[in-house]
């Protein structure tokens, strides 16, 4: 019974590990085209402050400075649009230079949680047929057995103590 729910454990535990590539695969296909959206959104106003003989500090200088609250709301979005664009950046080049145990290992750290929502609405299971996708189901299913074994002896050993101090050692469940 232990190594059934141990296999049975072991499992559930690999079809689960082994998504994780397709997952952050289709993570970052959502986190490019942020970036994408967001660099084409910085290159129009730059663009813009420019034809107007402006830099982009004296642009978002006339925004913050108008009387109209319109005006500086615009400029304060168009900055955290600025600062995310910097930000999501950095991270899509953290994820394309990482290895298969720096993207599992790191994930929380570049973790969006707008885009990783979004993601996992749309999220399609995938069967593993990448080598990092056949690893992740390997230490998946080893993982899940130890788990799993170690869950099942836990709950056991109650009734084990039980059977024995009743005389039922030859009970095996």
Known sequence: MRRSFGVLGGIVLAAVLSQFP???QQYTQ???GAVDELKAITAKFDADATSAGLTREQALS???SSPDSFLSGQGHSIEHDFARYQLLSATLQRIEGAD???????????FDSDIGH????????????TEEGLLYAAVGLVLGYMIATAFYSLIMLPFRLLWRRLGWE???I
Not at 100 to 110: G, H, K, M, N, V
């Open 100 to 110: 298969a145990w720096e993207r599992l290992r790191d994930f929380p750290s570049y």
């Open 118 to 129: 979004r993601t996992l609405d749309d999220f399609k299971p995938a069967i593993p047929v």
């Open 170 to 172: 030859w009970l095996h």
């Open 22 to 24: 397709e997952y952050a």
């Open 62 to 64: 006339r925004y913050e």
């Open 30 to 32: 959502r986190l490019g």
